[in-house]
Every structure is written in structure tokens, then in C-alpha cells.
């Protein structure tokens, strides 16, 4: 079973920044995709980036220009910088991987921000 395990985040000032890192069980290079999610209360989750195999970046409006996603296969590693960070973009943050049909999930870690 692959495992996610998420780190970085925590309380950021509005307008400022902070790195999300998710560290892979197995190489990044065996992921159809790997994606982050985030969950704010009493909403939806929803996805916020991701990228494919191949390398190729997709974002949720409300992130373009302010997040990045990029991964490291010799670290196994999937990161997600955040930029510009709004009050609005509090939430939990999940990172996803697509192996084959089965998506493995990250237990998830809070980033709160400050106005």
C-alpha cells in the first residue's frame, strides 16, 4: 500500500508564503498523477493543482499564479508553494496519488491564514 505523508503549513500572515511537501512510499515516477487537495470547514474538498507523469501542471482558478506544484522523483517527493496566501486559502491540504485505478490519500496538514 502506498503511503503519503504530508508536512510543512501551519499559520501564515496574509500575503505571505509557505511550502507543503507530501513524501511518497515508492518514486513519484510511478503515479499516473499526483494532485493537492484542500477541505476548508463546512465546504467541499477540492483540488487545487496537480501534475501527471510527464510533468504537465493543471490549477484551480482561484491558486493561478500564486501556487506551484513540482515534484522530485529522487525524493519521491511532491511539493506545492504557496504564494500570496489569502485568509480564504485556510484549509486542510491533502495530497492525492493516482496508481493505476486506486488513489492513495495523505492524512492531511492545516494551513491557517491570518488577515
Known amino acids: 500500500q502506498v503511503q503519503l505523508v504530508e508536512s510543512g503549513g501551519g499559520f501564515v500572515q496574509a500575503g505571505g508564503s509557505t511550502k507543503l511537501s507530501c513524501r511518497a512510499s515508492?518514486?513519484?515516477?510511478?503515479?499516473?498523477?499526483m494532485a493537492w487537495y484542500r477541505q476548508a470547514p463546512g465546504k467541499q474538498r477540492e483540488q487545487v493543482a496537480s501534475?501527471?507523469?510527464?510533468?504537465?501542471?493543471n490549477y484551480a482558478d482561484s491558486v493561478k499564479g500564486r501556487f506551484t506544484i513540482s515534484k522530485d522523483r529522487a525524493m519521491s517527493t511532491v511539493y506545492l508553494q504557496m504564494n500570496t496566501l489569502k485568509p480564504e486559502d485556510t484549509a486542510v491540504y491533502y495530497c492525492?496519488?493516482?496508481?493505476?485505478?486506486?488513489?492513495?490519500w495523505g492524512q492531511g496538514t492545516q494551513v491557517t491564514v491570518s488577515s
Open positions: 515508492i518514486s513519484t515516477g510511478r503515479f499516473k498523477i
Open positions: 492525492a496519488a493516482a496508481l493505476g485505478s486506486y488513489t492513495s
Open positions: 501534475i501527471s507523469a510527464g510533468g504537465a501542471t
